[in-house]
């Protein structure tokens, strides 16, 4: 019998919740940005895998994690509290020629309309400008209308509709200058 050595890896477990009687209402001033811990790393894929599309297509955090763990140089986490929050992915190169590509961009559901979604946008479109990009790119379910609705409020537009490589449903390809 051959035996097979199993990395033991990155424990994942549920992500922290901050104390939420002591959060402001506006959370922007509050949020600090850091590349992420391997810790950091199994609090964004908990946060990755019970967010959508990932939870409605089964992805367990398991499967977050080994997908983050290709994405971390471009992973950015924003913590309150010292706990994750949220975080923004953003590659040099995507679908849109001389684009940087934010390929996610996630925060807490209990967390929403306080300011830290803003927060974490203007985050990646500020790594965009460090990597002297000019325009930057994301895709977006159209059925996803506040997603869709958030974009169109911080400037971008619709260049395309593509197919989804992984789902083969429709998405909004938006982009918008730096």
């Given at each position: 019998m051959t035996m097979k050595r199993v990395d033991p890896g990155v424990e994942v477990a549920a992500i922290p919740v901050p104390d939420?009687?002591?959060l402001p209402n506006d959370l922007a001033?509050?949020?600090k940005?850091?590349?992420p811990t391997d810790e950091d790393l199994a609090s964004v894929a908990a946060l990755r895998s019970s967010s959508e599309p990932w939870k409605s297509r089964g992805e367990t955090m398991e499967d977050?994690?080994?997908?983050l763990t290709a994405l971390k140089p471009f992973i950015h986490v924003a913590k309150v509290q010292n706990q994750v929050v949220g975080y923004v992915t953003v590659e040099r190169d995507g679908p849109v020629p001389g684009a940087a590509y934010m390929r996610n961009i996630v925060v807490r559901?209990?967390?929403?309309?306080?300011?830290?979604?803003q927060?974490?946008?203007?985050?990646?479109l500020q790594v965009a400008r460090d990597m002297f990009r000019k325009t930057i790119a994301l895709r977006v379910d159209p059925a996803n209308a506040p997603a869709v609705s958030f974009y169109r409020n911080a400037g971008f537009t619709t260049v395309a509709t593509v197919v989804s490589k992984k789902s083969g449903k429709l998405r909004l390809l938006m982009s918008r200058e730096l």
């Amino acid at each position: 019998m051959t035996m097979k050595r199993v990395d033991p890896g990155v424990e994942v477990a549920a992500i922290p919740v901050p104390d939420m009687a002591n959060l402001p209402n506006d959370l922007a001033p509050a949020v600090k940005f850091s590349v992420p811990t391997d810790e950091d790393l199994a609090s964004v894929a908990a946060l990755r895998s019970s967010s959508e599309p990932w939870k409605s297509r089964g992805e367990t955090m398991e499967d977050s994690l080994k997908s983050l763990t290709a994405l971390k140089p471009f992973i950015h986490v924003a913590k309150v509290q010292n706990q994750v929050v949220g975080y923004v992915t953003v590659e040099r190169d995507g679908p849109v020629p001389g684009a940087a590509y934010m390929r996610n961009i996630v925060v807490r559901p209990e967390l929403r309309r306080r300011g830290l979604g803003q927060a974490v946008l203007n985050q990646g479109l500020q790594v965009a400008r460090d990597m002297f990009r000019k325009t930057i790119a994301l895709r977006v379910d159209p059925a996803n209308a506040p997603a869709v609705s958030f974009y169109r409020n911080a400037g971008f537009t619709t260049v395309a509709t593509v197919v989804s490589k992984k789902s083969g449903k429709l998405r909004l390809l938006m982009s918008r200058e730096l």
